[in-house]
């Protein structure tokens, strides 16, 4: 290394020119702005120095508006180091461990503060931040600990108690005491290369503490780390299944891990950071195994024995039947037999479309057929090939007979179509054909048109009663988030659908429904009503007699007003 400066080194013709970083002194006179000037920031940076300080007490008192927080540690012996930008005084340890970088008290610049220690006082004032000369005074304060004073908004119990409560310090505000506890419990794991002890838990289990200092960080976080009472997080999601909590208490032993400076509200992505993540993923194997039971997908047991954690196989994880019970309307529904083994069920072929014509079909007859022995297809999610229970044997074909069509129209926002019968048939991959007439099944696209087609459901009669309207709707595009309320919605579908059946009666039935409507709905006890050309009702009731009605036009005819 050159010892010289870098002027000297510019100015010599011989030796190639080389910087050097250094500090300059115009740094000082921002150094108020090295933080985001928060309260929180200050009460974590004030209990910080207690701590490290060795105080096992911390007193705060809010009086007129001055803050004084005393700590009951080992007191400063030079000074100097109190306004030395970068410099610490803390024991050795520390170094390796909490990493401290002489800026933390500069998070008080630009006040006046007064600080006392061991027989001595410095009072720290706008220039004094700023690298003019303070003196340092006699003073007849506490012979212990350190007493730093400044004025500041209140520091009340409730802010810094979740600052407080992992500290490890017994924190009183006001002669108050802050809660204290422990972050992790006996259980967690010691990590010593990492420097601390990992738990995992599940979200039930986490304390009010531990969700008090989540809400204080981003939301979906879910690893915490413990500085010693500065906690910080980030997102890590080792396991799919659910949601699981890590905790990270660091313990004061020789530590890679490191916040970002000079905030220190978040970690800095270094080598450790990546071993504590596969730490991380370690104990939540670990912690899957201790429950016992999990429904991970395949590829994930298999890391979980890559790392030596020995997994159950998943809990088998299916659904019965294919079509998803979306919001609304409800597809109808296959049911499985009470005690229907899964091993007798068939598994929708896992590469196949979701939801196209041959799954669909499939999943209506399992719904609407009758078989001598059940028919039970499966979804099953192809993160789970693998397990045992997900080997099953598979829908292969399926085909569709449809008999004379009777009747067809638009509806809604496809075709419906009444055939006289309709029956469905599907193979499975062990060699079982089951096959039943249905009264509803989707038909295939047109040959040779791709892609996206109007759906085209097919019914029979039986249909009319054996569904209900919402059943056909869902084949038929269902409710529409676009449109009006989900109820006006199925109420105009299922006039569609009563004038479909209706037309399939006959031309006119729609007609003669529409009049009978009318007429019993006002007397259901006359007995033949005849409506003449000329308007006039004539109405026989049920004793025998007649009672006529004629348009007032006539009326007046016969009986003029006077
Ligand atoms: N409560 C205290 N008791 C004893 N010494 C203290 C106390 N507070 C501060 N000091 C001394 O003042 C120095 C500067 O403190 P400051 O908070 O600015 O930096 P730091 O704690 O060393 O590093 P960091 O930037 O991580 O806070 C400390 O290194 C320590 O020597
Ligand atoms: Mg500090």
Not at 216 to 244: C, I, R, W
Not at 252 to 273: S, W
Not at 299 to 320: H, M, S
Not at 394 to 413: I, M, Q
Request: proline content about 7%; hydrophobic content about 35%; charged content about 25%.
């Amino acid at each position: 290394m050159h010892n010289r400066t870098a002027t000297a080194d510019l100015e010599s013709a011989d030796d190639p020119p080389v910087i050097r970083a250094r500090v300059n002194a115009r740094l000082l006179g921002k150094a108020d702005r090295l933080f985001t000037g928060t309260l929180e920031g200050r009460i974590i940076e004030l209990l910080q120095n207690a701590r490290r300080a060795g105080a096992r007490n911390v007193e705060i008192t809010n009086e007129n508006g001055v803050v004084t927080v005393q700590d009951d540690g080992g007191g400063i012996d030079d000074f100097a180091q109190l306004l030395d930008l970068g410099g610490s005084g803390w024991e050795k340890e520390y170094e390796a461990s909490e990493d401290p970088a002489g800026v933390g008290l500069f998070c008080l610049a630009p006040r006046d503060i007064r600080i006392r220690s061991k027989g001595r006082m410095v009072d720290i004032t706008g220039a004094g931040w700023r690298g003019a000369p303070v003196l340092v005074q006699p003073d007849n304060g506490p012979a212990q600990g350190t007493i730093v004073q400044f004025e500041d908004e209140e520091w009340s119990h409730s802010i810094v108690g979740p600052l407080a409560v992992f500290s490890g310090m017994n924190v009183a505000v006001d002669d108050c005491p802050c809660p204290r506890e422990a972050f992790v419990r006996k259980q967690a794991v010691h990590h010593p290369a990492l420097g601390c002890r990992i738990e995992v838990r599940e979200a039930e289990h986490l304390n009010s503490w531990h969700r008090q200092v989540r809400r204080s960080h981003a939301y979906g976080d879910n690893v915490l780390v413990n500085f010693h009472g500065q906690t910080t997080s980030f997102d890590f999601h080792p396991v799919s299944e659910q949601k699981l909590w890590f905790l990270v208490d660091l313990t004061g032993a020789p530590t890679g891990i490191r916040l970002m400076l000079p905030a220190r509200t978040q970690l800095v992505e270094n080598g450790a950071f990546e071993e504590l993540k596969a730490a991380l993923e370690l104990e939540a194997y670990r912690c899957v195994q201790r429950r016992g039971h999990h429904r991970l997908p395949y590829q994930q047991y298999l890391r979980a024995r890559e790392l030596g954690v020995e997994l159950p196989e998943a809990t088998p994880t299916f659904q019965v039947g294919l079509l998803s019970t979306r919001e609304s309307p409800e597809p109808v529904e296959v049911t499985m037999p009470k005690g229907f083994p899964l091993a007798r069920c068939y598994r929708f072929d896992p590469d196949a479309v979701e939801e196209d014509t041959n799954e669909t079909n499939t999943h209506l007859l399992a719904a609407l057929g009758t078989f001598p022995k059940p028919f039970v297809p499966v979804s099953i999610r192809k993160e789970y090939d693998g397990y045992s229970w997900a080997e099953l044997p598979v829908v292969r074909k399926v085909t569709l007979a449809v008999g004379k069509e009777l009747h067809s129209a638009g509806l809604w926002s496809g075709t419906l179509t009444c055939v006289d019968t309709l029956a469905l048939a599907v193979e499975t991959s062990d060699g079982k054909v089951f096959s039943s007439p249905v009264c509803l099944a989707k038909a295939p696209p047109p040959e040779g048109k791709e892609g996206w087609c109007d759906d085209a459901v097919l019914v029979t009669w039986d249909a009319k009663d054996e569904l209900v309207p919402s059943q056909i709707w869902y084949h038929l595009g269902g409710w529409s988030e676009d449109g009006d309320t989900y109820d006006t919605q199925l109420n105009d579908f299922e006039q569609e659908l009563n004038r479909f059946w209706a037309d399939l009666l006959g031309p006119d039935e729609q007609l003669r429904r529409g009049i009978l409507a009318v007429v019993t709905e006002i007397r259901p006890e006359w007995q033949t009503v005849l409506v003449a050309r000329n308007g006039t009702v004539t109405i026989r009731l049920p004793d025998g007699s007649e009672k006529v009605i004629r348009p007032p036009d006539l009326l007046k005819k016969k009986s003029p007003p006077k």
